[in-house]
């Protein structure tokens, strides 16, 4: 960085909006712009600098924040993509299903088959009603007395379908938790916000718990 700014100053005289990061006495790192140009006397001599420095540290954060806005934003596009793909296909097994149950008799070998079939949609059905519960957009605050062990693990199960085979999710959650009034789709963002900054930190194969 310094042979970068000397050799600027020395070719053009100033150096404008420099990225870079210096330490406070207490050898703490934070991030600042950089701004330099010389100061000449009446004889043209350089007679010293003009410094100005903005710390950067706020707006760093502010970007990490938006940063990570726009990962959960791509998850919940993702999911909602999924979920309609899924509608799609069980629109066509559900109905289809029943209808085979309703032309033989129960004892019926295909009727045994028929209902395994829409026990299958079914529970399909049910993973993309949490998808788009997940990925849907709140505007305003929808609280109720929910129960947090619920949310967590039907959070865990769309985040084990979504991140990749190298990422294994566990979980420790205790079984006596205290029902909660909140909004769980604020909940869920949370926990999805945390798996991702997880996920992010690891290199190859790893767990998140």
Do not use: C, W
């Not at 600027?8 to 990061?21: P, S």
């Not at 010389?38 to 010293?48: L, N, S, T, Y």
């Not at 997940?134 to 129960?147: A, G, L, P, Q």
């Not at 999805?192 to 930190?201: E, F, G, V, W």
């Amino acid at each position: 960085h310094i042979k970068h700014i000397k050799r600027t100053l020395e070719e053009t005289g100033f150096v404008k909006d420099y990225e870079l990061e210096i330490y406070t006495v207490n050898n703490k790192k934070f991030p600042i712009i950089l701004s330099l140009s010389q100061i000449h006397d009446p004889h043209e001599k350089i007679a010293g600098l003009s410094v100005l420095i903005k710390d950067m540290t706020y707006i760093k954060k502010v970007q990490q924040q938006l940063l990570q806005a726009q990962k959960l934003e791509s998850i919940g596009m993702l999911a909602s993509g999924i979920a309609h793909e899924f509608n799609n296909i069980l629109t066509g097994i559900i109905p289809n299903a029943e209808l085979i149950k309703m032309t033989v008799p129960p004892n019926n070998q295909n009727h045994n088959r028929a209902n395994s079939i829409q026990k299958s949609a079914l529970r399909a059905a049910d993973i993309v009603k949490k998808l788009l519960s997940f990925s849907r957009d709140e505007k305003t605050d929808n609280e109720e007395i929910s129960n947090l062990i619920v949310i967590a693990n039907e959070t865990i199960d769309i985040l084990k379908k979504l991140f990749e085979k190298n990422i294994r999710i566990k979980t420790s959650i205790p079984s006596d938790l205290y029902h909660v009034k909140i909004d769980s789709t604020r909940l869920q963002q949370i926990i999805m916000n945390l798996s991702i900054n997880a996920k992010d930190a690891i290199t190859g194969f790893g767990d998140i718990t």
